[in-house]
C-alpha cells in the first residue's frame, strides 16, 4: 500500500487546469519521495527571492533582446545555475531543491527555474520537449534558449545540432520538435528522470510512489518516452 501524504500533496497540486498548475511546487512535492521532510514553502521562498533578485536588471532593459541578456548574465553568470556536465547522471540534479541549493541541474530543472524567474520577471517562457534535451522558448521574441548551457540561443541549425547529439538524424527535423509541452508533460517527464534512477538503484517503495503520481497525471504520449535523462 502506498503512503499518501507525498502523493496526496503532489495529487493536490496537479488535479486542477493545466495552466492553474505551479510547476515549482509540484516538483518540490515530487522531490519528498526522496527528502520526506522537505519544507516545499521553504523553496518556494528561495525560489521567489531570486526572481526578486533578478527583476531589477531585467526591468532596467528596455528591449526584449536586452531584457534576456539581463536574465541569462543573473542566472549564469552572477548566481551561477550551470548544466552538471561533469555529474549528470547525479540525481540531486534531477530534485528541484537540490538544484537551487547546488545551482546545478540537468537541462529540464535548469528550465524550470528560467521559466519560473523569467515569468516573474514577465518574460513569459514555455518549455520544449525536445529529445533527450530540454529547452525553453522565450515567448516574447520566441528565441529558443538551452538553460543548460548558460541560456545560449538556439537557431535552427543549433537545434539541429543538438538533435545530432542526442544520436537522432539530424535529417529527422521537423518543427514539431520544438513545440510547447503543457505542465502536465513536464512533470511526468521530470518524474520519469527520477524514476530511471530509483530503478536503477532497485528503490521498490520510492518507486512505487512516483508511479502514483504519474497515475495521477494521466496517460504519457511518445514525446514523453525519452530514453536519457533531459
Request: aromatic share 8%.
Given at each position: ?208 510512489k512516483l508511479e502514483a503520481m504519474a ?16
Open positions: 500500500m502506498v503512503e499518501t501524504d507525498t502523493v496526496t500533496l503532489f495529487a493536490d497540486l496537479v488535479r486542477r487546469d493545466d495552466e492553474s498548475i505551479r510547476l515549482p511546487a509540484a516538483a518540490l512535492a515530487m522531490a519528498r519521495v526522496q527528502y520526506p521532510r522537505l519544507d516545499v514553502e521553504a523553496y518556494l521562498d528561495q525560489l521567489d527571492l531570486i526572481a526578486a533578485r533578478a527583476m531589477p536588471a531585467v526591468e532596467e532593459a528596455r528591449s526584449a533582446e536586452r531584457k534576456l541578456v539581463a536574465l541569462r548574465r543573473f542566472l549564469f553568470r552572477e548566481i551561477a545555475f550551470r548544466g552538471n556536465e561533469e555529474s549528470y547522471y547525479d540525481p540531486r540534479n534531477t530534485f528541484l531543491n537540490d538544484v537551487l541549493d547546488r545551482r546545478l541541474g540537468i537541462p529540464i530543472t535548469l528550465s524550470l527555474v528560467y521559466i519560473e524567474v523569467a515569468a516573474a520577471c514577465d518574460l513569459p517562457a514555455e518549455g520544449i520537449g525536445f529529445p533527450g534535451h530540454f529547452l525553453v522558448r522565450d515567448v516574447t521574441t520566441g528565441h529558443v534558449i538551452d538553460p543548460f548551457r548558460g541560456g545560449l540561443r538556439l537557431d535552427g541549425d543549433g537545434c539541429r545540432r543538438l538533435l545530432a547529439a542526442q544520436g537522432i538524424d539530424p535529417a529527422q527535423w521537423t518543427d514539431e520538435l520544438l513545440r510547447p509541452v503543457s505542465k502536465r508533460q513536464f512533470l511526468r517527464r521530470m518524474i520519469n528522470n527520477i524514476a530511471r534512477y530509483y530503478a536503477e538503484t532497485r528503490d521498490g517503495s520510492r518507486l512505487e497515475a495521477v497525471l494521466g496517460e504519457q504520449d511518445d514525446s514523453e518516452r525519452a530514453p536519457l535523462l533531459q
